[in-house]
């Protein structure tokens, strides 16, 4: 996945007019305006470090001439305590940046690392981790790209990149069979087609209309195993719902293609990251 720099733009002159709004009154009283400082940031846990980039473009957002150098590569794996990247400039604005570009890279590198680890768990099998629509207002793309940093795939990215049919949609238009002929009717011939099921008779419904992907919503892992048995290869099965570091592994070992977690983005535990001076 790629961040397009004025998306990033965007989010970075968001996040500073709330914080900054015309005036800080600490940095802009204090510091004088020919004052320059060096610093880095440093990693304060073991974890993946991502969002380099859009936390370097917050210092030089606000002035251009700040250097801004990181010493791992996105997605590298860091110890506590090493440090992650360089920074020297024009104090004041440094200053202005820090909690902005803090705020960002430690969000960005906690979805990385609990990513990672989710990745890491289900080696060897088939399944590969995905994340959800579950992200922050006007975030999703930071977030779903840190999922990719992390080794993790992208669900959709909004309602329009595939007909997804959940519960609600089936029980408001009366069934599985009569909602997918209504989709293929109205929709191009690119759409893909995603079905929830909540049993086994809806999984068996959902293969019979030739739908592209069969989610298992909160089955218990006998069922997933079934489902997968019974899907055998004609359409994608996804496994979604209650899933955490400590049963992911018996999910991927059902036989089912992709694990999504919403809990990759929605509640994710920020990666620790300070910046030092000196």
């Known amino acids: 996945m790629i961040l397009l720099p004025f998306y990033v733009d965007d989010i970075i002159k968001t996040a500073l007019s709330e914080d900054i709004n015309y005036i800080d009154s600490t940095a802009d009283l204090l510091i004088p305006d020919n004052s320059y400082s060096d610093a880095y940031l440093m990693a304060k846990a073991d974890g993946v470090v991502c969002g380099s980039e859009v936390a370097a473009r917050v210092f030089t957002i606000l002035d251009p001439s700040i250097d801004v150098r990181f010493l791992v590569n996105e997605g590298e794996r860091v110890s506590k305590g090493q440090k992650i990247a360089s920074i020297n400039g024009h104090t004041r604005e440094m200053l202005k940046a820090e909690r902005t570009a803090l705020n960002i890279i430690q969000h960005m590198s906690g979805i990385a690392t609990y990513t990672r680890k989710c990745v890491d768990a289900v080696e060897g099998t088939r399944a590969t981790i995905a994340d ?22 992208n669900h959709r990215y909004n309602l329009t990149d595939a007909a997804m049919l959940k519960d609600n949609h089936i029980d408001a238009y009366g069934g599985i069979t009569a909602a997918v002929k209504t989709l293929r009717k109205r929709a191009g011939h690119m759409l893909q087609i995603e079905v929830e099921t909540r049993n086994l008779d809806e999984v068996k419904e959902a293969l019979s209309c030739g ?27 996804e496994a979604s719902g209650n899933i955490t570091l400590d049963n992911i592994r018996a999910v991927a070992e059902t036989g089912v293609d992709i694990i999504s977690l919403g809990a990759l983005t929605h509640s994710v535990q920020a990666f620790d990251i300070s910046m030092k001076w000196g």
């Open 132 to 153: 959800t629509r579950k992200t922050l207002p006007g975030l999703r793309a930071l977030q779903k790209y840190a999922v990719t940093v992390g080794g993790g795939r």
């Open 211 to 237: 739908v592209n992907v069969i989610m298992l919503d909160n089955m218990s892992l006998d069922e997933m195993t079934e489902a997968c048995r019974l899907v055998d290869g004609k359409a994608k099965t």
